[in-house]
């Protein structure tokens, strides 16, 4: 089950990366469930696909659709999936070029992302699905 999640999660960032939102939103489960980190600016907790693809839609919009992510390390494990990505982006207005890592762990169920986590390091998301080396 690992590896179909780990391709599950692959095609929602390519999705992302061409701009197929509708496609990336499909693969929610209804009661999908986001949470960043206490201390992040956005922290907090975002229940069901609307709050969740929202979230998404108002980040993407800073940036005018120029985001773009570059998987450094997607594993899996169980239901659970663990991704290393590169965020690249422009502001919408400024035009600035931003980038940086993000970490994540997904856990999927019935073939849909069931809960998203955002992690302060890779460490942090390897420890939250049982992978720490």
Do not use: C
């Not at 940036?63 to 982006?89: P, T």
């Not at 994540?104 to 942090?124: E, M, N, Q, T």
Request: glycine share 12%.
């Amino acid at each position: 089950m690992s590896q179909e999640n780990v391709e599950i999660v692959r095609e929602h960032f390519e999705a992302t990366n061409r701009g197929d939102y509708a496609f990336a939103v499909g693969q929610y489960a209804d009661d999908v469930e986001l949470v960043l980190p206490p201390g992040d600016l956005l922290s907090g907790t975002y229940s069901g696909r609307e709050a969740v693809s929202g979230f998404f839609a108002d980040w993407f919009r800073a940036f005018g659709g120029s985001q773009h992510f570059d998987l450094r390390e997607i594993r899996g494990v169980g239901d659970a999936v663990v991704v290393v990505a590169r965020h690249e982006a422009r502001g919408r207005r400024s035009g600035a070029a931003i980038s940086g890592e993000f970490f994540y762990s997904y856990w999927l169920s019935d073939g849909k992302i069931r809960r998203v986590l955002f992690h302060a390091s890779r460490d942090d998301a390897l420890d939250a699905v049982g992978l720490r080396e």
